[in-house]
Nanobody
Framework: QVQLVESGGGLVQAGGSLRLSCEAS????????MGWFRQAPGKEREFVAA????????YYADSVKGRFTISRDNAKNTVYLQMNSLKPEDTAVYYC???????????????????WGQGTQVTVSS
C-alpha cells in the first residue's frame, strides 16, 4: 500500500533551520505532484509548498516564501522541505501529500491530494 513517511522535525530556536524529508513507497513517485502542508494547534491545516512531478516547478505560501525550499529526488522517492530563518509562528505539525496527476503541474488544494503522511512536529522557540 501507499505510504508517506515524514522525518526531520524537532525543536529549534528562532532563526534556525530544519530539513524535513518525506519518503514515499507503494507508488510510482515520479508520476505524483507533491506538497507540504502544516497545522498549528487550534488552526486549520494550511498549504506550505508544492512541487511538480519533475521538480521543475515549485510554489510557496506567502508566509514561507524566501525562507523555505521544496525539492525532490525521484530516484530516492523523497521530497524535502528546507526551512531556514524559522519563526515561532512556523510551529506546527507538517504533513507531506501526494497527488496522482497528468502533466508537470503544481497542486495547492488539499482536497486534490490522494495520499497523506502521518506528520512530523516542528517547534520553534522564541
Amino acid at each position: 500500500q501507499v505510504q508517506l513517511v515524514e522525518s526531520g522535525g524537532g525543536l529549534v530556536q528562532a532563526g534556525g533551520s530544519l530539513r524535513l524529508s518525506c519518503e514515499a513507497s507503494g507508488l510510482t513517485f515520479s508520476t505524483y505532484a507533491m506538497g507540504w502542508f502544516r497545522q498549528a494547534p487550534g488552526k486549520e491545516r494550511e498549504f506550505v509548498a508544492a512541487i511538480s512531478r519533475s521538480g521543475g516547478r515549485t510554489y510557496y505560501a506567502d508566509s514561507v516564501k524566501g525562507r523555505f525550499t521544496i525539492s525532490r529526488d525521484n530516484a530516492k522517492n523523497t521530497v524535502y522541505l528546507q526551512m531556514n530563518s524559522l519563526k515561532p509562528e512556523d510551529t506546527a505539525v507538517y504533513y507531506c501529500a501526494a497527488d496522482r496527476i497528468f502533466g508537470d503541474t503544481i497542486v495547492t488544494k488539499q482536497t486534490m491530494y490522494d495520499y497523506w503522511g502521518q506528520g512530523t512536529q516542528v517547534t520553534v522557540s522564541s
